[in-house]
């Protein structure tokens, strides 16, 4: 009996050790990107609910901007699309994603900050957005910040974009909502005059419903967007910053562009200069 004790408590404390390291590993993979690529297959975070931008299709597929932005560096990398795991990756959850090793690469509307660089590292910018202004196709009346004067403005709860108005725009009437979706749904309402975010985005969803919307003025706020990737990787964030300018020099930036957001009508406008963070 002391023997079969022995061996229970023996396989029970290997099964404990073993379940500890899976946990540990929160699921991620201990190689690196550049490993993963020579292997054929890389994992990249996207947006899945930003149209024109990061979204996954009803078929299952994926589109938008930084979807080709994702898979030309994946191209660079030695990688074919169909070899492209995309995981979702909220904003709060980047830093973390990245981290454990969930993704490889992030290109999801990731603003380069102070803040995020002490977590992770950058390559690009790939696009340098900045805050505008959304409005029905037919509004002539607003046609940048300074015609908001009395307005309904919305924007999400806690955005930058929304402290920016109430901060810098205070005769605005500034309306908040948890998404987007719901504001764009009151704009279509009639309920608001505008809504405001990155113009990209906005574009995004006039791209969406061509006709119906439109982007209007020039961004009143600059945001850098940036490729995101395990701190420390200077090798893999050599060879995206590689990329990002291969794919603006090649012409196939401004054709991804066009292809998705340009959709909308907002044009292209000129490529950021890759930074090497």
Sequence with gaps: MRINRSLRLGIGAIALTLAATTAACGGGSDKSALDNAKDGKLTVGIKFDQPGLGLRNKDGSYSGFDVEVAKYVA????????????????????E???ENGQVDYIVATYSINDARKQKVDFAGP???????????????GINGPDDLKG???CSVKGSTPAQNIEKNYPATQLQTNDTYSLCLEGLQA??????????????????????????????????????????????????????????IADGSWKKAFDSTVGVSGYQAPTPPTVNRY
């Design 190 to 247: 009639g309920s608001y005059d505008a809504v405001t975010t990155d113009d990209i985005i906005l574009a995004g969803y006039a791209a969406q419903s061509a006709g119906t919307f439109k982007v209007v003025g020039k961004p009143f706020t600059t945001e850098n967007y940036g490729i995101g990737l395990k701190k420390g990787d200077k090798e893999l964030r050599d060879k995206v910053n590689d990329a990002i300018e291969a794919m």
């Design 126 to 140: 790939y696009y340098v957005a900045g805050q505008a202004l959304l409005v029905k196709a037919d509004n002539s």
């Design 96 to 98: 973390t994603l990245i």
């Design 151 to 153: 307005k309904k403005v």
């Design 75 to 94: 191209g660079k990398l030695g990688v074919k699309p169909e070899n492209i795991t995309f995981k979702e990756s909220p904003s709060g959850q980047r």
